[in-house]
């Protein structure tokens, strides 16, 4: 009951916090230091709830399960912009440009497969450690694959 009012805050807060800084045009709060606040706020939160019911792991339980609805929602618009610059940029950049959008997919998508694993330890949810897991093994392969099919299609286009 807890974790869904504290996800369902952390959400409210979060569209609140973008529609504010996307209104003024630029950061209201600088992110380093949102942080450092959120980091802060929720070691504050955690003794007020410690003190409240006196057990510290069943206070702190709701405040780790709201950092890793928090990690996976941040995770989120760099996955899609890497996803729609993936498909968006095509070859009037040059014909290398595929490698680049490769690189860039595969960096931020090893980075999302390890921070789910990193969420489902804290969480201590096994499948979705052992999904980012998945994840970080196959994504080398994947973009491996990838640019060896786009050089060789090239290579077969440059012979017609």
């Known amino acids: 009951m807890w974790e869904a009012v504290f996800v369902l805050t952390y959400a409210a807060v ?15 709060i600088d992110p380093s230091q949102l942080i450092l606040f959120s980091i ?15 057990d510290f792991f069943g206070a702190a339980e709701p405040i780790l399960k709201l950092g890793a609805a ?14 729609v610059g993936y498909i968006r940029f095509g070859e009037e950049y040059g014909p290398n440009i595929f490698y680049a959008r490769n690189h860039i997919t595969g960096v931020i998508d090893t980075v999302a497969s390890l921070v789910m694993i990193f969420v489902g330890i804290l969480i201590y949810r ?6 980012g897991f998945f994840f970080f093994l196959l994504i080398p392969f994947t973009g491996n694959a990838l640019a060896n099919a786009y050089y060789y299609s090239y290579q077969r286009r440059l012979g017609k």
């Open 14 to 28: 979060v569209m609140g916090y973008t529609a504010w800084n996307i209104k003024k045009g630029s950061f209201v």
């Open 40 to 54: 802060l706020g929720a070691i504050v939160i955690i003794a007020i709830l410690t003190m409240a019911s006196g």
């Open 126 to 131: 096994l499948d979705l450690a052992a999904v």
């Open 70 to 83: 928090a990690l996976l929602f941040a995770g989120i618009p760099p996955m899609l912009a890497a996803g």
